[in-house]
């Protein structure tokens, strides 16, 4: 009796063992496939989650950035290559996906805008100082016609 | 010198300008890329029977629309009361798509608090969520009698938004 006792006790165990086994191979799909892994979180790297905005696809533990590498990986194992795969993307997502912008019209803005700021703000700032230097010297010349008075 | 002590106050309200227009975009709303194009085509189980598969292809030559749904989606609770005043409406048929749900707590949902769909459509993995773009629960598509998705809105559906866009949407798309 007893013994049929620690037999059922094993298996029940051993199932336990099983079961938390399964759970653990679950939580990291292709962890037995490191290189395939990396090439996703690669592409992920550069992919937008859309759900929390400011993370990468890499980066984002929310269900639809785990859904979405999901489908990365499942389309690299399929052969499919990186711009294929952004191709994807981008056909359901715009290119509000990609985390760096691509340089097209609706962009131009973005992209140029700093510089040409710049560009304006270093013009006005060479202005600003030729200005004062002819002020300045302007300003000398009278001060030296008044103080001999 | 009179000219450039304006100058402050016009860059001051240029970013006036932009700040109030930034406070007015919705960064959650986003456009899809998917608009005026061809509806992704899926086949799915029903809600109501999963062992029948349904084709999306089937619906072709009527103008419908797709409403993303899922029980564990809060704002869905929100939009809920509108949609079954739609469907009361009987303008369009209204097909949902119930997405990466529990098919117990979907039939619940239904049973509890009212099936305002023809029909759902069971994506309990979210693989035609995908296909349609979704990132968020609630979403809703406007489809027209060639496939084509011509309206998406993403987040809740109110009842100010169905009469003010979608159902002038649907009159003008001739249903």
Redesign the interface.
């Known amino acids: 009796m007893r013994r049929a006792w620690g037999i059922a006790a094993g298996l029940v165990l051993a199932c336990g063992l099983n079961l938390s086994l399964a759970a653990g191979r679950e939580a990291r799909p292709l962890a037995e496939d490191p290189a395939l892994e990396a090439r996703v979180m690669e592409i992920a790297e550069d992919l937008r989650c859309?759900?929390c905005?400011n993370e990468t696809l890499a980066a984002s533990h929310a269900?639809?950035a785990v859904?979405?590498r999901a489908?990365i990986r499942e389309r690299l194992a399929a052969g499919e290559d990186r711009a294929q795969i952004i191709d994807f993307m981008?056909?359901?997502?715009?290119?509000?996906i990609l985390y760096r912008p691509p340089f097209q019209p609706n962009t131009w803005v973005l992209w140029v805008g700093p510089f040409v700021l710049l560009a304006l703000a270093l013009a006005i700032m060479a202005r600003v100082i030729r200005q004062r230097r002819e002020q300045g010297t302007g300003d000398e010349a009278s001060f030296d016609e008044e103080a001999p008075s | 010198m009179k000219k450039q002590a304006w100058l402050p106050l016009l860059v001051f309200l240029v970013l006036v300008g932009f700040l109030a227009v930034g406070l007015r975009l919705d960064?959650r709303d986003?456009?899809?890329?998917?608009i005026d194009r061809p509806a992704p085509q899926f086949a799915l189980p029903s809600v109501d029977a999963m062992d029948q598969v349904r084709d999306s292809g089937d619906l072709r030559g009527q103008v419908w629309l797709l409403n993303v749904w899922a029980s564990w989606c809060v704002a869905c609770r929100q939009e809920h009361g509108a949609l079954m005043d739609f469907a009361a409406q009987e303008s369009v048929p209204l097909y949902g798509l119930n997405y990466?749900d529990r098919h117990g707590d979907a039939v619940r949902w239904l049973r509890e608090r009212g099936d305002p769909y023809v029909d759902s459509f069971f994506d309990g993995?979210?693989r035609v969520g995908?296909?349609?773009?979704v990132?968020?629960v609630p979403e809703t598509f406007l489809i027209d009698r060639e496939g084509r998705i011509r309206y998406k809105h993403a987040g809740p559906l109110t009842p100010e938004l169905l009469r003010d866009t979608i159902l002038p949407l649907i009159g003008a798309l001739g249903a």
Do not use: H, T
């Not at chain 1, 981008?90 to 509000?96: C, K, L, T």
């Open positions: 859309l759900v905005q269900g639809l859904d979405l489908q981008v056909a359901r997502y715009g290119d509000f | 960064p986003l456009p899809s890329p998917l990466k993995e979210g995908i296909d349609f773009g990132y968020g």
